[in-house]
């Protein structure tokens, strides 16, 4: 029977690291060239998950379990970061009417 750590030994480091570096890149893209703040906030979680992923796979590859519970707990400063930042965007969307971030220069002093 193969177990999960034994079965992300089976790929080879290189193809998580280029998988990885691609999603990254996307949600680099994402936050640079997108105006909507939902997408922005989108894009941001897809880093963050590329980064989470590529722990999984080095702490798998290492035989290491340190770096799947710092992964854990990235997921959970994550889920807040996405509670927080819904409820900022609800509010803004609240007082200007919409998540454009070219609008949010009227919040300004």
């Known amino acids: 029977m ?3 750590t034994q079965n992300l030994q089976i790929i080879p ?7 990885c570096a691609i999603l990254f890149c996307i949600g680099v893209t994402g936050v640079l060239i997108k ?6 906030l989108m894009s ?3 880093m963050i998950n590329s980064v989470n992923l590529l722990l999984a796979a080095f702490s798998a590859y290492m ?32 007082t200007t009417g919409s ?9 300004k002093w």
């Open 63 to 94: 035989n290491d379990p340190a770096g799947q519970i710092f992964v854990f707990f990235i997921m959970v400063v994550a889920a807040a970061e996405v509670a927080i930042g819904l409820s900022i965007i609800v509010v803004i969307y609240r």
């Open 44 to 46: 941001i979680e897809l």
């Open 13 to 19: 480091i290189n193809f998580y690291l280029v998988f």
């Open 35 to 40: 105006r909507n703040a939902l997408t922005i």
């Open 2 to 4: 193969i177990t999960f």
């Open 99 to 107: 998540i454009d971030i070219d609008v949010l220069n009227k919040l």
